[in-house]
């Protein structure tokens, strides 16, 4: 099986980083400040030898960073992990994409969409906006959603032929679908599942169904299935998750979702690649055949972030 892991991160928490991280948000997987691609590389290969990890798509972590700054220092921070990420990835062999971080709500995003497209592995844009429960920076800038400034940046993405990458909670769904909509040339991809929790799968679990089956009547949207520990730490054992992958699937069609790693994150959990990739494999290996299976942990993800314009 092949394995194009679509969401993974490299980072630098050391005291002099020049990477853009910030050691106040995020870890130092085994105690080690630097999570390089080498590390990383290394990480995948437990997933075994039923598995080729071929590349991926290094999805950015600055935009969880640096809480409370905001204009030229937190762009310089955004250009700095794509530069250091991308001098990671002179050494792999492999084929990988980056999605980088911007400020869509600052006055300049348009000039700074416009630099990061400069670098040909670029894809796309993430900013984590997950608001109400907030995330770090989110806390100050609330919810962007509904910032016109932040609306304007996002429609800045399709003159570069941008994806964005969305991480956010489900009451938030309606409100990126109506935007989605607005900008159909606009590539989306879901992450992490929408963010669910426990509450929003069973409890609330309309607000979620609702808002993911708006989702998938727009064409050019795709899904990941990652960060299941964020729903049950013990996911694995869950019948719920397992429940809640199949459906997404079948709402979104074996041609547009897709397995995730999320390391090192996952690797905080006690996830290792073996155990992580077994998982993923136990949740559909008797639902969805072996040339379906392949879609799921390489060509759909190829597909979305359009590799085949890559140049390595």
Known sequence: ???WDPH???WDVSENTLSGHDSSQLFAPNDNPVYSWDLYAQDMLSAGSGFEHTGGAFIEAVSVCHVGVTGDEFTSACLLETSWVSKQL???NNCCIIVSS???EDANAGKIIAQLAENPRVRGIRQILNHEPSWPRNEQ???LLCNPKWQDGYAELKKHSFSFDFQLNPHQFKDVVRLVEKHPEIP??????GSPTLDDLTENNAVYWDGLKAFSDLEKT???????SYIDENWEHNSLVQETVIRVIDLFGIDRCFFASNFPVEKYFGWNADSLYK????LIDHQYSQKDQQKLFAENAKKAYRIETIQR
């Not at 989306?188 to 599942?193: D, E, K, P, T």
């Open 188 to 193: 989306v991809i879901i992450g992490h599942l």
């Open 1 to 3: 099986m092949e394995i």
């Open 222 to 228: 795709f899904i990941k299935i990652s960060m299941l």
């Open 102 to 104: 911007a400020p869509l």
């Open 279 to 282: 998982a993923f494999v136990n």
């Open 8 to 10: 993974f991160h490299l």
């Open 141 to 143: 800038l609330g919810d």
């Open 90 to 92: 002179l050494n792999s």
